[in-house]
């Protein structure tokens, strides 16, 4: 019975800071990149995408 708790206790221990590692760096903080459009474009947020720019 021994052996088993120590066998638990081992494999817990191998395999708990494996699964910390695979949630690497994109847990919870998510960084945005800047977007960025041609000559004559400017980005549109709700599109999600580059459209000819208009003048006023």
């Given at each position: ?11 817990v ?44």
């Amino acid at each position: 019975m021994k052996s088993l708790k120590t066998l638990s206790i081992a494999t817990v221990l191998t395999v708990l800071p494996s699964l910390v590692l695979a949630m690497g760096c994109s847990h919870g903080d998510h960084q945005k990149q800047v977007q960025s459009c041609i000559s004559g474009t400017t980005w549109d947020a709700e599109a999600q995408a580059c459209v000819p720019a208009t003048s006023s």
